[in-house]
């Protein structure tokens, strides 16, 4: 049996965080690239913008009438939704429930939707993209 001292000593070490399995990670990261895409659809059937996008295999690749695309993908290894656009690329991570950019910590909906309306001239109302939490 353990002393009391060695079980103190082990009470006060920190915990880790405890990571997401890849399936529950891609799970979460798909179901948000389809609400993306449902949000897509609505915003377009009441818009004259021209605007395709295409989900196949956790990437969303959002074509412009000008020939520019957004893609918003998952990427498995850093548990992470990349966006790459005109203004850049962005890296989204599970923070508080939501996904947060890892430079500024604005959410993927609200960085989404401005880029969205910059590139493509599309108003989107993108619902709550809920992060897993990990």
Do not use: Y
């Amino acid at each position: 049996m353990p002393s009391p001292t060695h079980l103190s000593r082990r009470a006060a070490q920190p915990r880790r965080p405890r990571m997401i399995t890849d399936s529950d990670f891609i799970l979460a990261a798909d179901r948000v690239l389809a609400a993306i895409g449902g949000a897509l659809d609505t915003a377009l059937d009441a818009s004259d913008a021209d605007l395709d996008w295409n989900l196949n295999d956790g990437i969303l690749e959002i074509e412009c009438a000008d020939g520019g695309k957004l893609i918003v993908n998952r990427h498995l290894p850093n548990r992470e939704i990349w966006v790459a656009a005109r203004a850049g690329g962005f890296h989204f991570r599970p923070a508080d429930g939501a996904w947060r950019d890892t430079r500024s910590g604005e959410a993927l909906d609200v960085t989404l939707a401005a880029l969205l309306r910059t590139q493509a001239g599309l108003t989107v109302a993108l619902p709550p993209l809920p992060a897993p939490t990990l």
